[in-house]
């Protein structure tokens, strides 16, 4: 049984480049679709299946006309959102069959032409995937052929419903004859009774290269007919095109950088409910029975700042009988500190305890649509939405993501949003209130203004108050917030004096220019009133705190841990914090946070007194604790969070950009990338446009370009990483540095090799590693053998990998360097076990098990379990190798390493094929394809493609495992992985051969 296992390229190499302390990660620009399988659709053919699932329609029912409304939809929701994956021939009849029985008012577009037409062509297509489908013979060469026809069929149906006339350009009833015609060739193709098409396949290639000589002719015409309307549409609309040419450059590139720029600690926890909550029992219960009874509920809660959105979302999201219907299945999301529509996705997928490893935008959109359907029943809570919606420059990639959130059709939305107008083209089941939420009755206000304040028994008295309480209120408009942040001021005046030094503060505020003071509201002069109290004025550090927190997007995280450290200068962090939260300013959140509310934020920032020199002096006190930090190796950096060292960074290098700044910030990120794996790619992608316009070294920008690739290949953007290197190894070649030449030439040969171009990715380690040897730098030297040694493995040229190997670990014992030793093992286990000698294999990698055990590289540790693991699948030893790859999977989850996990699931399969269970083995290669296809890792697709084929091989299904072989062979060639090229070669032979018996046979 061994002999079916593959002789493979460990799966752990696809991911072991993938360390956040490695650089040789990277994105392929290469397009290799037609590599996956003998055939794939275009763009324009939908995957029948789900598009069949979003639209009711079952597969196992008749068709019923009535019931195939939504399928357009459906079918452009699929084009908009899934893979392009080659659909099989069950798929493609039932698309056929649909597309034959639509009507054509079912179309979007009244104009549409050619319908009738194009169902005959349909139902001549159905005849052909049959033929094809039923073949006994050459099955795999007819089956592109066939799809290919419903391919053509689905682009008629298209320009039909586009409105494009097509007729001068081909004739439908040629089309007709040539589809009967094509019918012919495939079934008589099928009908042949020899084997001979396996050994000597031309006569049935000729036959079948006629019927694509056949489609790519009408392929032309139709693209020459696109042609032409796409133009005459151009004259039409030139006004519009302009229009939209100044839409897109708003639009952000993202598919440079996605990084998390949330404050990510806020994601999973659920704030406590309000306290002192009062007046608006009738619109939680209201909320609360809507939810419950209402599927997808889709609730908005409009109203102006500060009148308490957020706390009546609170008080329904805690309520006992939601608590009871959701459970732990509560979620709550605050747009604070969000700059785009992705950083919102970003944001629900970490909430719902899910990875941010992705590539792009449509990766981001893919997660978070899976990370919806796979959290269930659900309430999500997004809360001042404003933020984004009013401040993205990005509106429709906002958009994008609402529209996303509301497709999840087992979840329930609460969105709290300023204003009184919900954002456009969406739909909301109840807006609460329908009016917008506004001020709280006299009587409710009275009541908060009483309960927030101090005891009963120092409550101001009914006769001689009343009337003062009553009038101050009115003064206020009942807002809550404003009324929260008078009633902790009770302790210091009595209402009438309040009420004084409000009207005071507002005749005051009044003469302020407009253009400092946009819009005169209750809320400023509470805030402003609040500043103002001799708590407040008299104490300096309070008000230095309240500017820093303002500044910073997450507050300041675990205040009472880095505090002191944080801001040394000020007295004592505890009493400053006291003083604030008195004066309600600021609050402590549930997880140990210092922050404040939207509105205050908004009016702090404003204020010059607060956004001053001294706030910039802070900022650089702030700078030095992370720099000690980093002297120091403390994790409290950490503890700070990410989105506000990110926020610091580009404020200090904006207002301060100094050679000896930006030298600083560099170090600065490259140990929170090595040490504390934080990715701040945004940050330095800032960065550097600042960088190249000041007086300093090349290779200063240099060693930012080379940071920014390592940045950029921790998120699988290899291609991207690739060019950084380009330009920086330009740069260090100016300043003829050597050993920087020679480290971005390895940086180069790491995003090189991540996208399968190992010639050049050897070319360039080959070229450092000469460099090394003219310095004398081992470490080099050695990091040139065992990147050099593991491509050549991946070649299959495995003597030469051992020999690059062995030299690598030799000099890395040398230098004492553990890791390397323990990483250089790792591969001289994987080339052992390519030559078939596996109990050596399980020896080299328990070794190496061994040492990255002692150096608590987790990363290591998963990569060698899967080793361990593929060395006892071939020993036959398969629950150990079980245990070993769940092990991994496990560490590979924990660190949200993607292609880790695919490798592990490919290497699962393996094992269940052996043990005969053939279809969790082939669900578990699935996924895995799936990963290693969004990240583009050929290598991977290539593995996922052979245990495939293995697995139908060991069930007898020959001819589809031939063709999985195939489409194996395809990415291997192409790749130049010479070793598993040849053992595909010697499968499809075997297969071949034992056909051939079995016709001879019988």
């Known amino acids: 049984m061994a002999s079916n296992n593959k002789p493979t390229d460990s799966k752990s190499e ?6 956040r302390t490695s650089s040789s990660t990277a994105h392929s620009a290469d397009v290799m679709g037609g590599l996956l399988h003998p055939y794939t659709p275009s763009i324009s053919a939908p995957h029948i299946g789900n598009a069949l699932v ?40 039932l698309g056929l069959r649909i597309l034959a029985s639509l009507r054509a008012d079912h179309y979007e577009n009244e104009q549409s032409v050619n319908f009738a037409e194009c169902q005959d062509l349909a139902k001549l297509a159905l005849t052909i995937i049959d033929a094809a489908d039923l073949a006994v013979k050459n099955r795999a060469k007819s089956r592109p052929v066939a799809f290919r026809t419903y391919d053509l069929v689905r682009m008629l149906f298209d320009v039909s419903k586009a409105g494009v006339d097509i007729n001068s350009h081909l004739e439908f009833s040629e089309l007709k004859r040539d589809f009967s015609k094509i019918f012919e060739i495939v079934t008589a193709v099928g009908k042949e009774n020899t084997v001979q098409h396996l050994i000597h396949p031309e006569a049935a290639s000729v036959q079948l290269a006629e019927c694509d ?68 029992d009738d619109l939680v219960h209201h909320g609360v029975e809507h939810i419950l009874q209402t599927p997808s509920a889709r609730v908005i809660i409009l109203g102006l700042g500060g009148m308490g959105k957020t706390s009546l979302a609170l008080a329904t999201v805690h309520a006992d009988s939601v608590r009871t219907a959701f459970g732990d299945k509560r979620f709550f999301v605050s747009c604070e500190g969000l700059k785009s529509g992705l950083d919102l996705a970003l944001a629900i997928i970490s909430t719902l305890g899910g990875s941010f490893m992705v590539v792009d935008e449509q990766d981001i959109l893919a997660k978070l649509s899976q990370q919806l359907i796979y959290a269930g029943n659900i309430l999500l809570v997004i809360d001042n939405f404003e933020t984004l919606w009013l401040g993205s420059s990005s509106l429709t990639e906002v958009q994008r993501v609402l529209e996303l959130v509301f497709s999840a059709q087992s979840l329930a939305l609460i969105l709290t949003m300023r204003g009184d107008i919900p954002p456009h083209n969406t739909s909301w089941s109840l807006i609460l209130p329908p009016e917008g939420l506004g001020p709280l009755a006299l009587n409710a206000a009275k009541d908060m203004f009483l309960k927030n304040g101090l005891p009963s028994n120092l409550a101001p008295s009914i006769s001689e108050s009343e009337h003062d309480l009553d009038q101050l209120l009115v003064e206020t408009n009942c807002i809550p917030l404003v009324i929260s942040l008078l009633s902790v001021l009770r302790g210091q005046f009595t209402c009438a004096e309040l009420y004084a030094k409000w009207c005071a503060i507002k005749t005051e505020l009044l003469q302020i220019s407009t253009t400092e003071q946009t819009k005169l509201t209750s809320i400023a002069v509470s805030i402003e009133l609040s500043l103002r109290v001799p708590a407040i004025t008299d104490c300096v550090d309070a008000t230095r705190l309240l500017a820093i927190i303002a ?22 962090p505890y009493v400053a914090v006291d003083v604030l939260c008195r004066a309600a300013l600021v609050y402590k959140s549930s997880h140990n946070s210092v922050t404040m509310l939207s509105p205050t934020r908004y009016y702090i920032q404003a204020q010059k007194q607060f956004n001053s020199i001294w706030l910039e002096k802070d900022l650089e006190i702030i700078y030095k604790f992370m720099h000690d930090c980093m002297q120091s190796q403390s994790n409290h950096i950490a503890l700070l969070g990410k989105a506000n ?48 316009n000041i007086d300093a070294p090349k290779s200063l920008l240099a060693g930012y370009l080379l940071h920014y690739n390592n940045l950029l290949m921790g998120m699988n953007l290899w291609a991207m990483a690739e060019e950084q290197c380009r330009m920086a190894y330009e740069l260090y070649s100016q300043s003829k540095n050597q050993l920087e030449i020679a480290k971005s030439l390895q940086a180069q040969g790491h995003a090189l090799k991540m996208q399968s171009k190992y010639v050049e990715a050897i070319k360039c380690h080959n070229s450092a590693y000469a460099i090394y040897l003219i310095l004398g730098n081992q470490h080099g030297l050695a990091s040139s053998l065992k990147a050099t040694g593991t491509i050549l493995r991946s070649l299959g040229q495995y003597a030469d990998a051992a020999k690059n190997l062995n030299l690598a670990y030799e000099i890395y014992s040398n ?68 245990q070993k790859h769940a092990a991994a ?52 697709m290539g593995n996922c493609l052979y245990s495939t084929a293995n697995n139908l091989k060991m069930q007898h299904k020959y001819l589809e495992a031939y063709s999985k072989y195939q489409a194996a062979y395809q990415i291997f060639d192409q790749v130049g992985n010479k070793g598993k090229v040849a053992q595909i070669i010697q499968n499809m032979e075997n297969i071949k051969m034992y056909l051939e018996k079995q016709v001879q046979s019988s």
Request: aromatic share 6%.
């Open 14 to 19: 696809s991911i072991s480049a993938h360390s």
């Open 54 to 93: 979003r639209s009711g329609i079952s597969i196992a029912a008749p068709i019923a006309i009535d019931g195939l409304a939504l399928l357009p939809s459906a079918i452009d929701s699929v084009n908009a959102n899934m893979p392009v994956d080659p659909i099989d021939f069950d798929q493609a009849r």
């Open 213 to 280: 000589i056949i489609l790519n002719g009408y392929v032309d015409k139709i693209k020459t007919s696109l042609l032409k309307h796409k133009q005459q549409m151009l004259v039409r609309q030139d006004a519009q095109l302009a229009d939209l040419a100044v839409s897109k450059g708003h639009i952000s590139n993202i598919s440079k950088d996605r990084v998390l720029l949330f404050p990510s600690k806020d994601s999973g926890h659920l704030p406590l409910p309000p306290s002192h909550f009062v007046g608006r």
């Open 551 to 572: 500044f910073l997007p997450e507050g300041i995280p675990h205040w009472d841990i880095i505090l002191e450290d944080l801001v040394p200068g000020i007295a004592d």
């Open 645 to 692: 060292i990110s926020e610091i960074l580009i404020r200090l290098v904006s207002i301060r950009p100094t050679l000896e700044l930006a030298q600083s910030v560099l170090k600065l990120s490259e140990y929170l990338e090595s040490e504390l794996q934080m990715n701040l790619s945004s940050m330095v992608e800032q960065i550097i446009p600042i960088i190249k």
């Open 815 to 882: 230098i004492h360097n553990v890791k390397g030793m323990a990483i250089t093992l790792k591969g001289l286990g994987n080339t052992l076990r390519s030559q078939k000698e596996y109990a050596e294999a399980l020896k080299v990698h328990q070794t190496a098990y061994n040492l990255f055990i002692k150096t608590n590289n987790k990363e290591g540790i998963a990569d060698c379990l899967i080793c361990i693991g593929d060395d006892l699948l071939s020993l036959e030893k398969y629950n150990e190798a079980i």
């Open 889 to 940: 999977l496990e560490i590979y989850s924990s660190l949200k390493n993607e292609l880790g996990m695919a490798a592990s699931l490919d290497s699962l399969g393996d094992v269940l094929s052996m043990q005969e269970q053939y279809e969790k083995a082939a669900q578990k290669h699935h996924e895995a394809f799936i990963i290693f296809k969004r990240f583009q890792y050929f290598h991977g």
